[in-house]
């Protein structure tokens, strides 16, 4: 066997994983991994791995088709073959255990797990309470972000301090002089080679960068790139953006070009995040194992920052309801553009650019509380539970044990649960029980003499409308005044736009309690 040699370390773009673009899709598969912790990563497990990947539907192939009762087993030789032409990729063979890296990567440079071949495979203490709910995305990215090195066993690169925390600094900087980053200045800023603040800020004094070409050619010319324009300026830059997005550090901003800016609902915890001196030794940059040791020990320092945090995330309706009527007056925002906007939730088009940089689940939670807020507005509160920037726009989603959007009066709580699952076990297992027990889990809404419930998905299977359905009768005959109902997307914005949601759930109630009194008669 030929024993590759190891390339001499070179100076990199900052770059992660660009297979999975979205970093809110790592809590799921943190998720459906975790039955698997303590299994070793040879290639009868890791071809088990991957089948139920595809099983559970977070991971996709035309070629494998999957129903409701087929098995990992029923799929193991198709696995093999869709991915077969795959490369050797971070010590894993290539084939499946290639694709298996592909979604281990960024997990592992953030501390999350450790996966090495022919290792147990293990999950931190962050990743395991992130599981749970017992910490948030935007709690987790933050801490494991601020504990990340470039120079690690997972990139064979020379540049050697956090990106992240460089990054900051620059925006800090930025800040206090009234600036802003420009997404065509962030291409730059992911070159930096020693993260030195001060450096960077006289090269964007001297350098203009105007548009992604001229961006493009000045990495070519002073860092020597041969990757194509796309891969330098949109994919790389677009993966790192999300990461720091989701991690609650900075917002976007719209005037005449897309600008990044510090997110201000956030500053002083990011400040406190950067006061933090946690440093790694080079066997620890060097070795897998004891990488994500340190990492996973590292949880402590942060912490206290977090728990003292949590506190600022909570806003009343009051509030809430101000910021999306401010936006919707911001960004002129009609019943026909927020139509258009829904519409466009899955495509790379956006009515409004400037959200379009909000992940498509979020962005569905956004436009709803907007539409409701245009039609409800002025007879209720209206409570989107996501995290938001200091203007509005969501970056994370709520909290575990929050529902998405709480609509209330003194006498009404409407609770609006929003998905773009499609997947009929997915939604099961997701958005059920967790759904009914939002309803029931506020203190806040307890004594409200109306409850009504809305989940909203692009489709519902008729087995999630029937478990709904018998959710609704158990209520109302132990005595509840509740009203639950699944609609189908495109259903509850024609509802909404009617203003009818209150009694279409009423009526709803009546059909389905006269049809389970028909069918007990019956017995």
Known sequence: ??????????????????????PERYRKMLLRLSKFEGTMLNDTNLLEIIAHL??????????????????????????????STRNADGGFPKGYASRFWTYMRTLSELGFVYAQYRK????????????????????????????????????????????????LNVLLSLREEGKSLSYEQFVPLLFSKNGNVAEFLT?????????P?????????????????????DDYPDVVRRLMLISGFISIRYAGKKLIQINESKLDYIKELLNIDFALTDEEKADPKRYFEKLD????????????????????????TNKISAIISSYRITEKIICESLDSIGSTKSPIAEFGEIPDPLKLEFYISILIAIKYGDEFYIRPNYKADHVGKPYAHAPGGRGDIDVYSSEVYWLIEVTLIRNRDQMLNTETTSVIRHLHSSAEF????????????????????????????????????????????????????????????????RKILASFGSRSSKV
Request: glycine share 4%; hydrophobic share 35%; no cysteine.
């Open 1 to 22: 066997m030929r024993i590759r040699q190891k390339r001499e370390a070179e100076y990199k773009q900052m770059a992660f994983e660009t297979a999975v673009r979205n």
């Open 54 to 83: 595809y099983v559970v539907g977070e991971v996709s192939s035309s070629h494998i088709r999957i129903t409701n009762s087929i098995t990992a087993e029923e799929i193991k030789e198709s696995v093999i073959e869709v991915n």
């Open 120 to 167: 147990p495979f293990k999950l931190s203490r962050m990743a395991k309470i992130l599981i749970k709910g017992e910490v948030d995305e935007q709690e987790a990215f933050s801490v494991q972000a601020m504990k990340y090195n470039r120079k690690s066993p997972y990139r064979n690169v020379s540049n050697d301090f956090n990106f992240f925390r460089f990054a």
């Open 203 to 211: 090269l964007l004094s001297k350098n203009k960068f105007n548009n």
């Open 213 to 233: 070409s001229q961006a493009y050619r000045f990495v070519k010319k002073e860092y020597g790139v041969t990757n194509k324009i796309a891969t330098v300026t």
């Open 297 to 320: 020990k590292g949880d402590a320092l942060f912490w206290g920052i977090v728990e003292k945090y949590r506190k600022y995330d909570k806003i009343d309706g009051a509030e809430y």
């Open 446 to 509: 307890k004594n409200r003499s109306k409850k009504y419930l809305s989940l909203v998905a692009p489709m519902v299977h008729p087995d999630i409308r029937e478990f709904f359905e018998y959710s609704l009768v158990k209520h109302q005959r132990e005595g509840g005044r509740i009203h639950i109902k699944a609609y189908s997307l495109k259903e509850f914005v024609a509802m909404t736009l009617r203003k009818e949601n209150f009694k279409d759930m009423e009526v709803h109630t």
